[in-house]
């Protein structure tokens, strides 16, 4: 049975604010390897167990969570938002000051590293330099004197990946290229049957290309084991590609949760609005007056009755809700062009007064950089959020 990740109340505080920054180091997995080998206890060993002070840095602020079983997660937000230093907590790496992480209802500190079952791949997949890729692949093999079984292993993981991981099993690390290993670091996880994946901007240092070819490869080996999966990421393609849903967090705290349909569509506060989407909402100061949002170039209405006049409203227009329309109240100056030729659409980047507002128009709408448009916006099509809290008005 896959299994189920709970969090409660994390919050990570640290001392130093350079303590915080330090990513998970090969030392630090080779403690926990320590302990493995020697099946004692890793909590005089993991990095995790250091002296909780009240420090300078609260990296992770009171967040709650479950991941279901076989569920993918992704965990998106802008760097230096604490989702490392929260998948590092449920990794046990490090221990959170408060808080609890449940792995199937058990507290993970009460499980032994060694039953614990985690498969994880860093960003810089923190391969043993000094071992070749079989090595490296079967090392958990190795440490339960299970070395016959990593030939087939390797054979399942490269039929599953559709990799021929061959020619790159006698090579060393440093000879290897930052795709294969990639593969590599994911192939070592396969081989020791995790119950839990978990995978830190594991695509962060691949070309273009190569990112999209081998996150088809990964989505492929999510489906087909349907592990629970956590995966950290700042790139939202990323995300929508893989995750079954996203939690956005923003300086250390879990914003909102949900699937890509929920995020999109309706944001809970502004920060998520400007910050979900490619490209992001477009959002416009203004206030309530008389039924209707009034800012400072144009006005849109009617909106809620119930809001007191006067009050401080930013206005949210999905950059595909502009609609090009001669009788249309708003006026934008064309300054950039991003044709996108694959979707058959084209990003306008404009100024609306005195505010940057991008729009999505189909390729077939001839438009020039310094040309005058006039918009409005379709029916129903915006978000209202309350300019002092940045909360989404219902």
Known sequence: MPTTIVLRHITKIFETPSEAEQPASESAISNIVNALRIGSDASARTPGHLPEELGRQRAVDDVSLTVYPGETLGILGPSGCGKTTLLRIVAGLLRPTRGEVLYDGQPLEDIPPAERGIGMVFQNYALYPHL?????????????KREQEIPQRVR???RLMRIDLKPLLSRKPPTLSGGEQQRVAIARCLARDPRVFLFDEPFSNLDAKLRTDTRVELKRLLQRYRITTIYVTHDQTEAIALADRIAIMREGRLVQIGTF??????????????FFGKPAMNLFPGFAHHGTWEGATFSYGPIRSDLNEDTPLILGVRPEHFVLDNTGNITAIVELIEPIYGERIQLVYTRIGSHRAILRLPLRHHVQIGEQLRLSIATDQVHLFDQESGKRLA
């Open 132 to 144: 070749p890729s079989v090595d490296n692949i079967g090392f958990f093999l190795k440490l339960r």
């Open 156 to 158: 399942e993981i490269s």
């Open 261 to 274: 349909e929920q995020l999109y569509n309706a944001p809970v506060n502004a920060f998520v609005a400007g």
